[in-house]
């Protein structure tokens, strides 16, 4: 058989003669010879051997329980298959064809050791190993889940998700640290990188556009810890946000002039707060003619208009050269006849040139930043410019935000796990040192339904002559934000 070791044959035979013992019910006096790799101390009496009395409502699904003895069966068939098959064969094969290949081995292990499962639960099995040999092992339906924003792996044996802004932790786990670092290397081999002892923190993609995260040991102590962001196919659009709840259809209304009428804006929020959502959401609001440029450190954005440049930071190489940093793109941007400059997420020096790109021409231009208040965002914009070197005065530097930037949008993940954009803050100029905002619109929270979920509304602050009014009046849009800001304002 292909893809098998040429020792094949005596390979099974040994098996063969080693674990003629049901797998299912594993005892201290198993042979030694037939469990190779570290064997799991043996387990209570199997669920698999209650699988002959179907008919018992009390047989528990091997499969479905997740429980040890599942893996217990799983880790057994497993070292059998890596034992039995040739892996630098296997990787040669297309994948429908190594999973034909798996398939009849782990079939033939099956009969050999006389587990006893089910059609259903030997197919969920086979599943598991495939994507052990062939995936992302036990993080495979994870990812294919379309409803989880985050999964957290923190070591082999806790993995947690977050599903509708709540994190909860799964059954999933992995064979050991030993296979999560494998899967983690995998990962981060196919953008170029690697991670190891010496070089323990790595930032990846997946194919699918997920933006990944591995910190290993000795840096985590309890095992590797990888942290993906899921990647949305259907990304949120503003009427999405309004349906949920994240903002009023009136408070949107506003975003919507805020967008058109090429107000420069800073979304600001905290760790996935839903700035990024926000951001792509704004984008909507760019005329197809625009010629837009995108800088993001892991492409998130999906801008819909025919003429955007999508440009993506790049990490040092393994020598620890070669970063082309966030300034480094927006600075070039600058040479690229941009009309409006996106920038995923501002943490450093860039601050300066995106504000200068702002400030010069580049109107509608927007980024997002951490921050947990539109206050806190334009002192991070102060001290980014400052520790980026830029010996200037603070007077000036607060001069330079207020002239580039029109729009704070603050968003935030709120204790019920619910995303809310909370705040609309338009920043009018310097009072002495100091930079002035106005709010137009905040979020009230005004009490707690019975399941925990925060009751509130967005309310308008009285506003109605917001600073950028001469701007959307330029845009013939003044009716509209006028009538938006009446209806907040009620
Ligand atoms: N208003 C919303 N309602 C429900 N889900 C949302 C909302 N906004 C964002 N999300 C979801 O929350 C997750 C995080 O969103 P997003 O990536 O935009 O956050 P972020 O603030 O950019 O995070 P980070 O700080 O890690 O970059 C995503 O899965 C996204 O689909
Ligand atoms: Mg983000």
Same mark, same amino acid.
């Given at each position: 058989?292909?893809?098998?070791?040429?020792?094949?044959?005596?390979?099974?035979?040994?098996?063969?003669?080693?674990?003629?013992?049901?797998?299912?019910?594993?005892?201290?006096?198993?042979?030694?010879?037939?469990?190779?790799?570290?064997?799991?101390?043996?387990?209570? #009496?199997?669920?698999?051997?209650?699988?002959?009395?179907?008919?018992?409502?009390?047989?528990?699904?091997?499969?479905?329980?997740?429980?040890?003895?599942?893996?217990?069966?799983?880790?057994?068939?497993?070292?059998?298959?890596?034992?039995?098959?040739?892996?630098?064969?296997?990787?040669?094969?297309?994948?429908?064809?190594?999973?034909?290949?798996?398939?009849?081995?782990?079939?033939?292990?099956?009969?050999?050791?006389?587990?006893?499962?089910?059609?259903?639960?030997?197919?969920?099995?086979?599943?598991?190993?495939?994507?052990?040999?062939?995936?992302?092992?036990?993080?495979?339906?994870?990812?294919?889940?379309?409803?989880?924003?985050?999964?957290?792996?923190?070591?082999?044996?806790?993995?947690?998700?977050?599903?509708?802004?709540?994190?909860?932790?799964?059954?999933?786990?992995?064979?050991?640290?030993?296979?999560?670092?494998?899967?983690?290397?995998?990962?981060?081999?196919?953008?170029?990188?690697?991670?190891?002892?010496?070089?323990?923190?790595?930032?990846?993609?997946?194919?699918?556009?997920?933006?990944?995260?591995?910190?290993?040991?000795?840096?985590?102590?309890?095992? #590797?810890?990888?942290?993906?962001?899921?990647?949305?196919?259907?990304?949120?659009?503003?009427?999405?946000?309004?349906?949920?709840?994240?903002?009023?259809?009136?408070?949107?209304?506003?975003?919507?002039?805020?967008?058109?009428?090429?107000?420069?804006?800073?979304?600001?929020?905290?760790?996935?707060?839903?700035?990024?959502?926000?951001?792509?959401?704004?984008?909507?609001?760019?005329?197809?003619?625009?010629?837009?440029?995108?800088?993001?450190?892991?492409?998130?954005?999906?801008?819909?208009?025919?003429?955007?440049?999508?440009?993506?930071?790049?990490? #040092?190489?393994?020598?620890?050269?070669?970063?082309?940093?966030?300034?480094?793109?927006?600075?070039?941007?600058?040479?690229?006849? #941009?009309?409006?400059?996106?920038?995923?997420?501002?943490?450093?020096?860039?601050?300066?040139?995106?504000?200068?790109?702002?400030?010069?021409?580049?109107?509608?231009?927007?980024?997002?930043?951490?921050?947990?208040?539109?206050?806190?965002?334009?002192?991070?914009?102060?001290?980014?410019?400052?520790?980026?070197?830029?010996?200037?005065?603070?007077?000036?530097?607060?001069?330079?935000?207020?002239?580039?930037?029109?729009?704070?949008?603050?968003?935030?993940?709120?204790?019920?796990?619910?995303?809310?954009?909370?705040?609309?803050?338009?920043?009018?100029?310097?009072?002495?040192?100091?930079?002035?905002?106005?709010?137009?619109?905040?979020?009230?929270?005004?009490?707690?339904?019975?399941?925990?979920?925060?009751?509130?509304?967005?309310?308008?602050?009285?506003?109605?002559?917001?600073?950028?009014?001469?701007?959307?009046?330029?845009?013939?849009?003044?009716?509209?934000?006028?009538?938006?800001?009446?209806?907040?304002?009620?």
């Amino acid at each position: 058989m292909f893809g098998k070791r040429s020792v094949s044959e005596p390979a099974v035979g040994k098996l063969a003669a080693a674990a003629r013992e049901p797998v299912a019910a594993p005892r201290a006096a198993q042979p030694a010879a037939a469990q190779p790799a570290a064997q799991p101390a043996p387990a209570a #009496p199997s669920s698999a051997q209650a699988a002959p009395q179907a008919s018992k409502p009390a047989a528990r699904s091997v499969v479905d329980t997740r429980s040890e003895d599942y893996y217990q069966i799983k880790s057994t068939i497993f070292t059998a298959l890596i034992d039995t098959i040739d892996l630098a064969q296997l990787a040669q094969l297309d994948p429908d064809s190594a999973r034909e290949e798996i398939r009849d081995i782990v079939n033939e292990i099956i009969s050999i050791k006389a587990v006893v499962m089910s059609i259903a639960e030997q197919e969920h099995l086979l599943q598991d190993i495939c994507n052990d040999v062939l995936g992302y092992g036990p993080l495979e339906p994870l990812l294919a889940r379309d409803d989880i924003a985050d999964i957290m792996v923190n070591g082999a044996n806790r993995v947690f998700i977050e599903v509708q802004g709540k994190v909860q932790l799964t059954n999933i786990r992995f064979r050991d640290n030993a296979q999560l670092m494998n899967i983690c290397q995998r990962i981060v081999s196919q953008v170029g990188r690697r991670v190891d002892e010496s070089s323990p923190i790595c930032d990846a993609r997946l194919l699918d556009g997920s933006r990944v995260n591995v910190i290993g040991p000795p840096l985590s102590l309890d095992g #590797p810890t990888l942290t993906i962001r899921k990647f949305k196919k259907d990304k949120l659009k503003l009427e999405d946000l309004v349906k949920f709840g994240s903002i009023s259809p009136d408070a949107a209304r506003v975003l919507q002039v805020i967008g058109r009428c090429r107000c420069n804006i800073l979304i600001s929020g905290g760790t996935g707060s839903g700035k990024t959502t926000l951001l792509n959401c704004m984008t909507a609001y760019i005329d197809t003619e625009e010629r837009v440029i995108t800088c993001e450190d892991a492409a998130e954005l999906q801008l819909q208009q025919p003429h955007v440049v999508r440009l993506e930071t790049r990490p #040092p190489n393994l020598e620890g050269q070669g970063t082309i940093s966030m300034r480094d793109l927006v600075r070039n941007c600058l040479r690229m006849r #941009p009309e409006r400059i996106i920038v995923g997420e501002v943490r450093g020096p860039e601050a300066f040139d995106l504000l200068q790109a702002m400030n010069t021409g580049h109107d509608g231009s927007m980024g997002t930043l951490h921050a947990n208040s539109p206050r806190e965002a334009m002192g991070r914009l102060e001290s980014m410019i400052t520790m980026g070197g830029f010996s200037l005065p603070m007077k000036t530097i607060r001069e330079m935000i207020v002239g580039s930037i029109d729009i704070i949008i603050q968003a935030e993940r709120m204790r019920d796990g619910s995303r809310r954009i909370t705040k609309i803050t338009e920043v009018i100029g310097t009072e002495g040192d100091v930079v002035i905002t106005q709010d137009l619109v905040t979020y009230e929270i005004q009490g707690e339904d019975e399941a925990g979920k925060l009751r509130g509304k967005h309310v308008g602050t009285g506003v109605v002559r917001p600073n950028f009014w001469e701007r959307a009046r330029y845009y013939n849009l003044e009716k509209e934000l006028a009538d938006a800001l009446d209806k907040v304002n009620q």
